[in-house]
């Protein structure tokens, strides 16, 4: 199956990591794996409901963005798994991203699989690629 797939990058996104496969989807395959900046690490003096309600610039979104962009910049196509609604659905935030600063890569996007992340081991994410790439096989 790796090699039916062999270019496309899975990038699982949560709100504090990032889960990067780039070297197929067999069960067992582990991803490079990448964390936001602490929020701890960041004097700022708005309060923490203010930051989760918007209230706050979150500037390390863009650091942590930037480097998944390094790390997938290189695919063929790209598969993203995320989760969440409205400001907390960093797939989106993320895809915005992309089309707002890295457009090269955004046009590499093929599809996104909305799940319930946090629950799932990563062999689970692997299968749920695997399946999604069985239906859609020929868009990519």
Known sequence: MSESINGLVVVAIMRDEARIWTSGVEPGTKPESLRAP???ARHHHVREAQHHHGHDT???SSIFYESISESVGAAHSILLVGHGRGKANEMLNLTQYWERKRPDI???VVGAIDSDLESLTRDQVLALVRDWFEQNREFI
């Open 58 to 60: 979150d500037h390390r």
């Open 106 to 108: 955004a046009q590499k």
């Open 38 to 40: 602490s929020e701890k």
